[in-house]
């Protein structure tokens, strides 16, 4: 039975708080981790590239992609939920070991299927300039 809307807003906020605890250089993933948002294969689509991923794939760009971070934050300003998809539009807080911090705009789509797990990660991230 397909996900009604505050199920899939529910799902969506899900998986920004799963980013939160896990998106930081300290956490050991496992995929069975990733399984717990991600259906067993899925579309990623960053910043207009495309890529096909498993949740082995996901496994190994996350370990990458965290090796540096302390965590990451979100603020999201608007959500619209319909169908089998939310959109995001949010601002995103990465911080780093060193005590860097990157401030970025995001617009985030995400489709889930029947179980409630991503299939769609469409995301574009536009860095914000530092504050002064």
């Not at 965290?66 to 999201?76: F, L, S």
């Amino acid at each position: 039975m397909p996900l009604d809307r505050e199920q899939l807003l529910r799902q969506a906020n899900a998986v920004l708080d799963w980013n939160r605890r896990h998106l930081n250089a300290t956490l050991v993933l496992s995929e069975a981790q990733v399984g717990e948002c991600f259906a067993e294969h899925f579309v990623v689509e960053p910043n207009g590239r495309h890529y096909t991923a498993s949740r082995a794939d996901y496994l190994a760009f996350l370990n990458g992609m965290k090796a540096g971070m302390a965590g990451i934050d979100y603020e999201v300003d608007h959500a619209l939920a319909d169908g089998d998809a939310v959109a995001l539009s949010m601002r995103a807080h990465i911080t780093y070991g060193d005590g860097r911090r990157e401030h970025f705009r995001a617009m985030l789509l995400m489709r889930f299927d029947d179980a409630g797990k991503v299939v769609l990660c469409h995301e574009v991230y536009v860095p914000l300039p530092a504050a002064t």
